[in-house]
């Protein structure tokens, strides 16, 4: 993992208080190279030693990065502070807008912003490989799906993951078509398709395989996460991996 040390004292403020902005929080706490200078949420189920705020424009506290794992609707929160601050972030929430998305890219031409909407390093991995072989098996004439599976308390389907899974994909072929539901589309599959499905049951962290279907052969890249550990992981790392960084928008594929 990227864990190179800023030579000081990072200080970091976690906004989101969640199941995983706790684990964020934590993992923070135990780092001897960060800071936790203040948690952001607009709740608490608990008390905690750090400061707390229900916004950024209740902190008085100055950060180097912010680590965000909470929800859409507090991007133009994070943004104004960020901006006003230079602050660096790392954006891992997911179900952002299109438009949403514009004010990140927008502001990453004044600070250094990493989004992702998967932060292990195996699916950093995943992505490598997909580069490598995606157009190879696609100009090969294999059919490209994939399937995520999470757990039944995830709201936005497809998850992030497969979307970043099929972007890649994308950039690498360059003429391919999502298909998100085939049920109105009542004709056979075309070679430029790949289709994207979701599954929602029990208590699955993430589990996410892009299929290449040959004639009498199925190659399967998969990904299973079995905690949570990998995404704060993932963070805090992004967030070591930022210290020499200007200004820009960051993504698995440049960070490192």
């Given at each position: 993992m990227h864990l190179k040390s800023w030579g000081y004292k990072m200080k970091v403020i976690v906004y989101g208080y969640g199941l995983m902005g706790?684990?964020?929080?934590?993992?923070?706490r135990s780092q001897s190279g960060m800071d936790l200078t203040a948690v952001i949420s607009y709740e608490f189920d608990e008390?905690?030693?750090e400061k707390s705020f229900?916004?950024?424009?209740e902190c008085v506290e100055k950060a180097d990065v912010i680590i965000d794992f909470s929800h859409p609707n507090n991007l133009d929160d994070i943004l104004s502070y960020a901006l006003e601050n230079k602050t660096k972030l790392v954006i891992a929430t997911t179900g952002y807008s299109t438009e949403q998305l514009a004010k990140i890219n927008d502001a990453s031409k004044q600070i250094p912003i990493f989004q992702s909407y998967n932060t292990s390093y195996g699916v950093q991995m995943v992505?490598?490989?997909l580069r490598q072989v995606a157009k190879e098996f696609y100009e090969a004439d294999y059919d490209i799906e994939i399937l995520e599976k999470h757990h039944n308390?995830?709201?936005?389907?497809p998850s992030g993951t497969a979307k970043l899974l099929y972007e890649v994909i994308e950039e690498e072929i360059g003429e391919t078509t999502p298909i998100y539901d085939r049920s109105a589309l009542?004709?056979?599959r075309t070679h430029d398709q790949v289709g994207i499905q979701a599954m929602r049951g029990g208590t699955i962290f993430g589990e996410h395989t892009v299929m290449f279907a040959g004639i009498d052969e199925i190659i399967e890249i998969k990904h299973t996460a079995l905690s949570k550990e990998v995404f704060v992981q993932g963070a805090i790392s992004a967030a070591y991996a930022l210290k020499d960084k200007e200004k820009g928008l960051?993504?698995?594929k440049t960070l490192y």
């Open positions: 706790k684990k964020v929080a934590n993992k923070v008390k905690i030693p229900n916004s950024l424009k992505t490598k490989i308390q995830k709201i936005d389907a009542h004709e056979k960051y993504t698995l």
